[in-house]
C-alpha cells in the first residue's frame, strides 16, 4: 500500500470520521450514561442506576402504548405499502404510451413532506367536510370519525402513508427493470403462463429490493413523528402517541432527558432485533445472483 | 379466428385493462392535491358546503394573499433558503470528499469503516438527539443556525454511499494519467471526478434540499426565537393560530409546497438517477 496514498486516504476520509466521534459515537455513548441518570438539563445528571428502566417497564403504562401504537403502525403500514408498491411498479412497468406521466402523478406525493402534507391530510380526513367521507358517502358508506375516533386514527396514519407509496415504487420499478429479459423469454419458451412467470421470476428477482425496503420502511415506521404531532397531537385518548412522539414529550416538554435516553436505548435495541430477524429470515426468501454479481 | 388476431385482440384487452388501472389510480393520487388546491380558493362560507363542490364560486385569490400576510412569509422564505443552501452546500462537498476516499483511494481500514458507514444507517435518530442536543447546548449554540447547519459538513452516510457508487464507475486510467501528470490528489479530485460527476452531485443536492426544506424536527428543537423560524415552523405556529381556516391554510401550505414539487417536475431525471445509482436494485 502506497503510504501517500494512505495518508489521502485518511485526510479525504477524515470530515466523517470527526463527525462520527462527534455526533455519533460520542453521543452514543453519552446517551448510554444519561439513560442511567436523572437529567433535566438544569442540574448535572444524577446517577439513578436502572430506576429509569425499572419505571419504564413497570410503572409507565404510555411506554407500553406508544410501543403497542408504533407496531400497530409497522405492522401494517409497511406490508401494506411493500403491496401497494410492488403492484404500482408492474403496472409502471408496462410499455404504454405517456407511461412516464403516469410515473411522475404516483411519485409525486412521495416527494411533498412535511407539515404542508400533514395538514391537507387531516382536512382530507375531516368527519364532517373532508374529500374522503365525502366520497365514501358517495358510495353509500357513512365514513367513521377518523383522527377524532380512537379506533379508526392509526388506520388513518396507515392510510395517508399509502399516498406517498411512490418512494418505494420507484425503487420497485428499477428493480423491474434490471430482471434480464431473456429469463422470460425462456419460460415463454417452456410455457410457464404469466401468473408462474411472476411467482418464479418477478418475484424473486425483486426479493432483494423488498428486502432493502422492509429494513428502511421498519425503521421509518418507528420514526413516524410529524403526522402526530401536527395532526393528533397524539390523541384521542393516546392512541396515536407513537414512540418517537412520546420520546420527543418526554425529553423536550418534560426535560426528563436521562428518562428519554433510557428509550431511546430501548428503541435501538428494538429495531436491532428486528432488523437481525429479519436478515436472519432473509437468507429464506431473498434470492441474490451468484457470485459473478459481486 | 385465426391465432394472429387472437393475440392482436387480448393484447387490446391488455393494454385496456392496463390504461384503466392507470388512470384510476392516477386520479386517487392526484385528487388530494386538486382538492388542497380548491379548497385554498374558496371562501370562508363556501368551506364548509355540502356536498363539498369542486371549482368555487368566486375564486378567492385573496387567500393567498391572506396567507402570506399573516406569517411573516418572506422573513421565514429566506431563512429556510439560507438553511436550505448550507446544508446542500455542505452535504456536497464533504459527502463528495469522503465518497473518492472510498471510491478511489486505499488506505488500512477503508472496508472497516465502509461498514460502519453502512451501519450507521439503521441508527434510530433518537439515540444521538438528546446528547447532541446536550452538546449544542453546552456550546451555547441554541436558537442559532449552527445546529442545524455546521452537522452537514461532516458528510451523510447515505450520500457518501450513493456517490461512492458513482465514483466507482468512472475508470481508474483518468486518475492514474493524471497522476503521472504530478497532480495532487485533490486536483484530480477537484478538476476530474467534480466536473464528471455532475448528475450525481445534483442528485445529491435536490434530496438535500427536499430534506432540509421540509424538515421540521430539527428547526423544531433548535429554535425558539419567532423570527428565526422556517416556513415549517410557520406552518405550525399558523395552524395553531388559525385552527380551522382551511381555505388559507391550504393556501399557506401550497405556497410552502410548491418550489419542492416545481423543483420534481423540472429534475425528475435526477430523483430517478439517484435511485438507480445506489445499485439496490439487486
Given at each position: 500500500m502506497d503510504r501517500q496514498e494512505a495518508i489521502n486516504g485518511y485526510l479525504f476520509f477524515s470530515p466523517w470520521l470527526i463527525g462520527f466521534f462527534l455526533f455519533m459515537a460520542g453521543p452514543i455513548l453519552y446517551s448510554l450514561y444519561l439513560s442511567f441518570t436523572s437529567y433535566n438539563m438544569l442540574k448535572p445528571p444524577r446517577w439513578i442506576g436502572f430506576l429509569n428502566y425499572k419505571i419504564l417497564f413497570t410503572e409507565d403504562p404510555l411506554f407500553w402504548k406508544s410501543l403497542y401504537n408504533t407496531l400497530y403502525f409497522v405492522f401494517f403500514s409497511v406490508p401494506i405499502n411493500i403491496f401497494f408498491g410492488v403492484l404500482i411498479a408492474l403496472l409502471m412497468n408496462q410499455k404504454v404510451r405517456g407511461i412516464r406521466v403516469f410515473r411522475a402523478i404516483f411519485y409525486l406525493p412521495s416527494i411533498v413532506t412535511g407539515v404542508a402534507v400533514a395538514l391537507l391530510w387531516q382536512w382530507l380526513l375531516d368527519p364532517n367536510f373532508g374529500l374522503i367521507n365525502d366520497g365514501l358517502a358517495k358510495l353509500g358508506i357513512e365514513g367513521?370519525?377518523?383522527?377524532?375516533d380512537e379506533n379508526w386514527s392509526k388506520p388513518s396514519l396507515i392510510l395517508m402513508n399509502i399516498w406517498s407509496v411512490g418512494g418505494g415504487m420507484i425503487v420497485y420499478l428499477a428493480g423491474l427493470q434490471g430482471v434480464p429479459k431473456d429469463l422470460y423469454e425462456a419460460a415463454t419458451v417452456d410455457g410457464a403462463g404469466k401468473m408462474k412467470q411472476f411467482w418464479r421470476i418477478t418475484l424473486p428477482m425483486l426479493s432483494p429490493t423488498i428486502f432493502f425496503n422492509l429494513v428502511m420502511g421498519i425503521l421509518g415506521g418507528f420514526q413516524v413523528f410529524i403526522q402526530a404531532y401536527i395532526m393528533t397531537g397524539g390523541g384521542p385518548v393516546n392512541s396515536t402517541t407513537f414512540y418517537a412522539l412520546y420520546l420527543y414529550n418526554k425529553a423536550f416538554k418534560d426535560l426528563q432527558m436521562g428518562y428519554a435516553s433510557a428509550m431511546a436505548w430501548v428503541l435501538m435495541l428494538i429495531t436491532l432485533i428486528f432488523t437481525l430477524i429479519i436478515i436472519k429470515t432473509s437468507r429464506s426468501w431473498v434470492y441474490y445472483e451468484g457470485a459473478e454479481n459481486k | 379466428m385465426n391465432t394472429y388476431s387472437s393475440v392482436k385482440t387480448s393484447l387490446f384487452i391488455h393494454r385496456i385493462m392496463v390504461y384503466s388501472l392507470l388512470i384510476a389510480g392516477s386520479v386517487l393520487f392526484i385528487l388530494p392535491l386538486l382538492w388542497m388546491l380548491s379548497t385554498s380558493l374558496k371562501g370562508d362560507v363556501g368551506l364548509f358546503d355540502l356536498p363539498p363542490k369542486w371549482v368555487p364560486e368566486p375564486f378567492q385569490w385573496d387567500n393567498y394573499v391572506k396567507a402570506v400576510q399573516s406569517f411573516p412569509f418572506l422573513r421565514y422564505t429566506y431563512n429556510t433558503l439560507f438553511l436550505t443552501f448550507v446544508s446542500m452546500f455542505g452535504t456536497v462537498l464533504s459527502s463528495s470528499l469522503v465518497a473518492y476516499a472510498f471510491a478511489k483511494l486505499r488506505w488500512p481500514g477503508r472496508n472497516v469503516w465502509f461498514v460502519i458507514l453502512l451501519a450507521t444507517m439503521m441508527l434510530p435518530p433518537q439515540v444521538t438527539m438528546i446528547p447532541v442536543f446536550v452538546l449544542f447546548k453546552k456550546l451555547n449554540w441554541?436558537?442559532?443556525?449552527l445546529p442545524l447547519t455546521v452537522p452537514?459538513?461532516?458528510?451523510g452516510a447515505f450520500y457518501i454511499f450513493l456517490l461512492r457508487q458513482f465514483f466507482m464507475t468512472i475508470p481508474k486510467e483518468l486518475s492514474e494519467a493524471a497522476k503521472i501528470d504530478g497532480c495532487k490528489e485533490i486536483m484530480i479530485y477537484a478538476k476530474i471526478f467534480l466536473p464528471l460527476s455532475k448528475p450525481a452531485l445534483a442528485t445529491l443536492a435536490i434530496f438535500t434540499f427536499m430534506g432540509t426544506w421540509n424538515d421540521f424536527l430539527g428547526p423544531l428543537i433548535y429554535l425558539n426565537d419567532p423570527d428565526k423560524f422556517t416556513l415549517a415552523l410557520g406552518l405550525r405556529s399558523f395552524q395553531m393560530q388559525y385552527g380551522t381556516r382551511w381555505n388559507v391554510m391550504m393556501a399557506a401550505s401550497i405556497i410552502v409546497m410548491l418550489p419542492t414539487i416545481v423543483l420534481f417536475l423540472s429534475c425528475q431525471k435526477y430523483f430517478i438517477e439517484g435511485i438507480t445509482l445506489t445499485g439496490i436494485k439487486g
Amino acid at each position: 500500500m502506497d503510504r501517500q496514498e494512505a495518508i489521502n486516504g485518511y485526510l479525504f476520509f477524515s470530515p466523517w470520521l470527526i463527525g462520527f466521534f462527534l455526533f455519533m459515537a460520542g453521543p452514543i455513548l453519552y446517551s448510554l450514561y444519561l439513560s442511567f441518570t436523572s437529567y433535566n438539563m438544569l442540574k448535572p445528571p444524577r446517577w439513578i442506576g436502572f430506576l429509569n428502566y425499572k419505571i419504564l417497564f413497570t410503572e409507565d403504562p404510555l411506554f407500553w402504548k406508544s410501543l403497542y401504537n408504533t407496531l400497530y403502525f409497522v405492522f401494517f403500514s409497511v406490508p401494506i405499502n411493500i403491496f401497494f408498491g410492488v403492484l404500482i411498479a408492474l403496472l409502471m412497468n408496462q410499455k404504454v404510451r405517456g407511461i412516464r406521466v403516469f410515473r411522475a402523478i404516483f411519485y409525486l406525493p412521495s416527494i411533498v413532506t412535511g407539515v404542508a402534507v400533514a395538514l391537507l391530510w387531516q382536512w382530507l380526513l375531516d368527519p364532517n367536510f373532508g374529500l374522503i367521507n365525502d366520497g365514501l358517502a358517495k358510495l353509500g358508506i357513512e365514513g367513521p370519525g377518523w383522527l377524532s375516533d380512537e379506533n379508526w386514527s392509526k388506520p388513518s396514519l396507515i392510510l395517508m402513508n399509502i399516498w406517498s407509496v411512490g418512494g418505494g415504487m420507484i425503487v420497485y420499478l428499477a428493480g423491474l427493470q434490471g430482471v434480464p429479459k431473456d429469463l422470460y423469454e425462456a419460460a415463454t419458451v417452456d410455457g410457464a403462463g404469466k401468473m408462474k412467470q411472476f411467482w418464479r421470476i418477478t418475484l424473486p428477482m425483486l426479493s432483494p429490493t423488498i428486502f432493502f425496503n422492509l429494513v428502511m420502511g421498519i425503521l421509518g415506521g418507528f420514526q413516524v413523528f410529524i403526522q402526530a404531532y401536527i395532526m393528533t397531537g397524539g390523541g384521542p385518548v393516546n392512541s396515536t402517541t407513537f414512540y418517537a412522539l412520546y420520546l420527543y414529550n418526554k425529553a423536550f416538554k418534560d426535560l426528563q432527558m436521562g428518562y428519554a435516553s433510557a428509550m431511546a436505548w430501548v428503541l435501538m435495541l428494538i429495531t436491532l432485533i428486528f432488523t437481525l430477524i429479519i436478515i436472519k429470515t432473509s437468507r429464506s426468501w431473498v434470492y441474490y445472483e451468484g457470485a459473478e454479481n459481486k | 379466428m385465426n391465432t394472429y388476431s387472437s393475440v392482436k385482440t387480448s393484447l387490446f384487452i391488455h393494454r385496456i385493462m392496463v390504461y384503466s388501472l392507470l388512470i384510476a389510480g392516477s386520479v386517487l393520487f392526484i385528487l388530494p392535491l386538486l382538492w388542497m388546491l380548491s379548497t385554498s380558493l374558496k371562501g370562508d362560507v363556501g368551506l364548509f358546503d355540502l356536498p363539498p363542490k369542486w371549482v368555487p364560486e368566486p375564486f378567492q385569490w385573496d387567500n393567498y394573499v391572506k396567507a402570506v400576510q399573516s406569517f411573516p412569509f418572506l422573513r421565514y422564505t429566506y431563512n429556510t433558503l439560507f438553511l436550505t443552501f448550507v446544508s446542500m452546500f455542505g452535504t456536497v462537498l464533504s459527502s463528495s470528499l469522503v465518497a473518492y476516499a472510498f471510491a478511489k483511494l486505499r488506505w488500512p481500514g477503508r472496508n472497516v469503516w465502509f461498514v460502519i458507514l453502512l451501519a450507521t444507517m439503521m441508527l434510530p435518530p433518537q439515540v444521538t438527539m438528546i446528547p447532541v442536543f446536550v452538546l449544542f447546548k453546552k456550546l451555547n449554540w441554541i436558537d442559532t443556525y449552527l445546529p442545524l447547519t455546521v452537522p452537514y459538513f461532516f458528510g451523510g452516510a447515505f450520500y457518501i454511499f450513493l456517490l461512492r457508487q458513482f465514483f466507482m464507475t468512472i475508470p481508474k486510467e483518468l486518475s492514474e494519467a493524471a497522476k503521472i501528470d504530478g497532480c495532487k490528489e485533490i486536483m484530480i479530485y477537484a478538476k476530474i471526478f467534480l466536473p464528471l460527476s455532475k448528475p450525481a452531485l445534483a442528485t445529491l443536492a435536490i434530496f438535500t434540499f427536499m430534506g432540509t426544506w421540509n424538515d421540521f424536527l430539527g428547526p423544531l428543537i433548535y429554535l425558539n426565537d419567532p423570527d428565526k423560524f422556517t416556513l415549517a415552523l410557520g406552518l405550525r405556529s399558523f395552524q395553531m393560530q388559525y385552527g380551522t381556516r382551511w381555505n388559507v391554510m391550504m393556501a399557506a401550505s401550497i405556497i410552502v409546497m410548491l418550489p419542492t414539487i416545481v423543483l420534481f417536475l423540472s429534475c425528475q431525471k435526477y430523483f430517478i438517477e439517484g435511485i438507480t445509482l445506489t445499485g439496490i436494485k439487486g
